[in-house]
């Protein structure tokens, strides 16, 4: 699976699956990270826009792939101000 980082700041990643294990990095503005966990059910991916919002603050989000296929991509599009 693929993670497309369709935002304009760098994003933090954090991936769980429900058969145990994970991923995270951090995948710069407008590029893509491939994570694995292809043919997987319920991967869940927390990811944090980088810099955190103001005061020191995080915004975290957070979505729950179903089932994953072989050459998937989840594209990330977040709008900040």
């Known amino acids: 699976m693929k ?3 369709n935002t304009q700041n760098d994003i933090y ?3 769980k699956v429900s058969s145990g294990g994970g991923d995270c990095g ?3 503005a407008q ?5 694995g966990w292809d043919e ?6 927390h990811f944090v826009a980088l810099p955190p919002e103001p005061q020191g603050g995080v915004t975290p989000y ?3 792939i179903p089932e994953s296929k072989t050459g ?6 977040l709008y900040q101000e």
């Not at 997987?40 to 991916?45: A, G, H, I, Q, R």
């Not at 998937?72 to 599009?77: D, E, F, L, R, S």
């Open 3 to 5: 993670i497309y980082n």
């Open 13 to 15: 990643y954090d991936t």
């Open 26 to 28: 951090t995948i710069e």
């Open 31 to 35: 590029q893509t990270e491939e994570i």
């Open 40 to 45: 997987t059910d319920n991967v869940t991916l």
């Open 62 to 64: 957070t979505v729950t």
């Open 72 to 77: 998937m991509t989840v594209t990330i599009g």
